[in-house]
């Protein structure tokens, strides 16, 4: 089976037909091509055809495995530099490589869900600073705090919530010393409801750095 052609950037589609196995209609993966009417296949895809018919799925010309000419080195190279989604982008990688590239980033890329720090529980490379990755997070996720909440007309530091006795919670902001106090119910509610997300997420992670550092000083 080939690439899916929906994880391929910068290309139009006639530019990708050029590399399309004729049997899954994805990108080419270990391509070779029928001698008859030289359309190119999947290795893979063309060899389990061939399993269970003689003929080119093409022409329908007689065709055995042994008579498929893998491609050019020329066409091999064109088709390595096509760039590509990584594996990971459901988990937030938004980079894009060239297809050669591809095996390589995917094993090292941080959001690979192999490469989660059992302590920090962040992705990132071998011997990473767990620490460090624990701060990042903990200012993307103020960032978030700030932009949401400035989209209302509020500036804010780090947050909790809390309950302001009207139905919705205020959002606290106690881990700065002058922290500021936002009565959620002035913000919109899908603006509100995002706030108090982020205000969880930012806690817990600054009570993980702190449990983590005092973990790393014993």
Avoid at 27 to 39: A, D
Wanted: glycine share 6%.
């Amino acid at each position: 089976m080939g690439y899916d052609r929906n994880r391929f950037m910068h290309h139009n589609p006639e530019h990708l037909d050029e590399f399309t196995c004729g049997i899954c209609m994805d990108i080419l993966v270990q391509p070779v091509f029928s001698p008859c009417c030289r359309h190119s296949y999947c290795s893979v895809c063309i060899r389990q055809w061939l399993m269970v018919n003689n003929t080119c799925p093409n022409d329908r010309a007689q065709l055995r495995d042994t008579d498929l000419i893998k491609q050019s080195r020329a066409f091999v190279n064109l088709l390595d530099n096509l760039q590509l989604k990584c594996d990971w982008v459901d988990y937030g990688c938004d980079d894009s490589v060239r297809l050669c590239e591809l095996a390589d980033h995917v094993k090292k890329c941080v959001h690979n869900p192999g490469n989660k720090c059992a302590n920090c529980d962040e992705y990132g490379a071998k011997n990473h600073d767990c620490l460090e990755n624990l701060r990042q997070k903990c200012r993307r996720l103020e960032a978030d705090v700030k932009r949401l909440s400035g989209a209302n007309g509020h500036s804010t530091g780090s947050t909790t919530a809390t309950d302001n006795g009207c139905g919705s919670p205020h959002v606290a902001l106690p881990c700065r010393p002058m922290g500021l106090r936002i009565n959620s119910c002035e913000l919109d509610a899908n603006i509100r409801e995002r706030v108090i997300e982020i205000a969880s997420r930012l806690c817990m992670t600054c009570t993980t750095q702190r449990e983590l550092a005092v973990q790393i000083k014993q």
